[in-house]
């Protein structure tokens, strides 16, 4: 992974250190500024949850505080370093929802650890872990930042990462169960004695890298062809081909390892993304065709997709029976507690739900920040999600407009799964909430993506450097070095 | 206990509050986004005094090399596509140029040019073109054997 040290000494396109100062403001200070904001409202929580857990307080959250400072504060540096003219709200925000999951995960693990106590029984949290993750997910989200100079270099492996996302996508499929699988689906790899990842979590950003690059290359051919019907244009079926073949794959995939949510996420980005490039809505359509029929098949053949659909009409016609509505009406109780202000953080009982601290976690900030936070927190996901759409639009390369609009609806579609399912808007799918649930795979890929987005921002802000004029050649321009390549027929 | 609740709940409001206000200067400020974002003030008098359009925006694309040298093509706002295909706006019979070629598009008030994956390249002036590139006036373009130059 590390070059050789000359490497890096050499001039390159991303390096910026010689640069003449420019007009263009690079907004540091005020991510330095939020990001301190950030890290006090997270050790404020902290402190809430200790003190109304009626606790003294202990030396541990000194530790959080100072782990989660020292950890936003590198990734800090970095960006000043690598993305000088990247976004500045991107990276508060991240660090405020992450800060925010962790005092979450932190509550429930103080409320588990009393309850396992109390059974006598033994109790590890998940909170080191999580902060754990956050740490290698920042200095993934570092070493991103340091080789990914120019996000179109990305678009040069579109097909290689194709493959391989689809390839980490299949592999826990085939693997077997004891390897794979937890809780119904088969996401995992485990490796025994070390942490388990979920490769499909790192799968999609690299679907949606191929993607992208593969609408970029075939654009003209999307937006010239087609025939027109009622109305909407047609697109040819053979250009579509690549495309549906990879997207039935990773859907008939994620079907076969039972993961409901990321199919979901992948069709829903793949969509969008295709609106993005051909501004036609009749490819939404189309698309929203073949969903609906997958729906119906998998309501039909899968077990696990008719008992959520049940839960979803009513979680209490079945409460406590096996594959029931508990989880969902725990979460309804949960959020009606919360009410308009909340309980307080660390005051509620946010731990009766199953999975308070990954999949349902919204519930469990519904019920100790109240309608108020709740709308807050999502307000703060809007923040992000427009920032990185709004990095999509001014960067000039439509590549960069199609992965960061990509990137950025991915997170919010996330988060509308997410809650949607929390609230009984949508059935449960069980995806993860950006950065905010436990789970080391899904934070990691999430910091991924936000250095990814970073990249793409920092592009778009980036004034133009002033083309050096190169020694003058009176050759004229029409024969100038002419490289003359056999065309390929 | 009900201070620090509601304490909580205003200082993580404060937090989204300060986000929007940079998204806001962002809005007002144009902070080297460059994407135009048609703004309020420049309303109706100013268009009048300097025309339709600012005054050095490119009207015309001229071939001033090659087999078609002389061509003229006047602009407006849909993007020229240039290659040996037949629905190109600028079709090129020229060995050395790809059927889809380059791409000329108009972005706010500038022109770019993108190199479509072809073969031997699209050079802006000297300079090979691997991105979209912002076209000034008067700046050969070279395709192939064949060379074009906004004008005003």
Redesign the interface.
Known sequence: MSTPSGQSDQPSVGDLAAAPPS???T?RG?EL??LV??T??VT??FI?VQ??QAQELKPEILFYALAYLAMFGIAHVVVRKFAP?AD??IL??VA?LNGLGLVMIYRIDLAKAAAAERAASAFSGSAPGQVMFTAIGIVLFSVFLYFLRDH?MLSRYGYTLGLVGLALLILPGILPASISGAGGAKVWVRIPGLIGLQPGEFAKIMLFIFFASFLV?KR?LFM?AGRTFLGLELPRLRDLGPLLFALAASVGVLALEKDLGNSLLIFGVVLVLLYIATERFAWVLIGLIPFIAACVVAFKLLNHVQQRVTNWIDPFSNYSGAGGGYQLAQSLFGLGTGGI?????G?GRPELVPEANSDFIVSGIGEE??F??LA??L??YL?LT??GM?SA??V???FGKLLGGALAFSLAWQVFVVVGGATKLIPETGLTTPFMSAGGSSLLANYILVAILLRISDA?????ST?SR?GV?NT???Q??????E??S | MQLTRVGFLVLLWLFVLAALRVVRSDLYAASGLRVSIPSFRRGGGKKDKTGKRPARSARHLVVTHGALAGTRISLDERPILIGRADDSTLVLDDDYASTRHARLSLQGNDWYVEDLGSTNGTYLDRARVTAPLRVPLGVPIRIGKTVIELRS
């Open positions: 007009k263009v403001p907004k005020v500024m939020l904001f950030a006090v409202l404020g929580a809430l003190g109304n003219y500045p709200l508060p925000c405020l179109r290359a003209d010239n202000f909340g309980t307080g953080l005051a920040l109240g108020i936070g807050a927190l307000l703060i923040v427009m920032r709004r639009v001014a000039r390369d439509t778009a802000r980036r004034p133009k083309p190169p050649q004229p321009i029409s100038a070095h002419t490289v003359m390549v065309r390929p």
